[in-house]
């Protein structure tokens, strides 16, 4: 299968703020009125990788990263 999931402890700490970081800018994310900072939605981001609430997808085809909450209906295609 093309996609795969991959457990954040297999990222050095680096490697996980850089995926994080280019998923937060590329995506953006709604904050609602106020804006916040790049550290604060790093770690909200990694909060919830940590906790199983989203998951860290890879894709060999595209060779890319990604964030899906955990219940996303994508997801179901990997199981």
Do not use: C, W
């Not at 994310?29 to 919830?48: L, S």
Request: charged residues 35%; without cysteine.
């Amino acid at each position: 299968m093309p996609i795969h999931i991959i457990p954040v402890d297999q990222l050095s700490a680096d490697a996980l703020d850089g995926v994080i970081k280019e998923f937060i800018s590329r995506n953006g994310t709604d904050y609602g009125e106020f804006e916040a900072a790049m550290e604060t939605k790093v770690r909200q981001v990694k909060q919830k990788l940590e906790k199983g609430l989203a998951v860290l997808i890879y894709d060999d085809e595209t060779e890319t990263t990604n964030i899906f909450r955990h219940d996303d209906p994508i997801l179901k295609k990997l199981e």
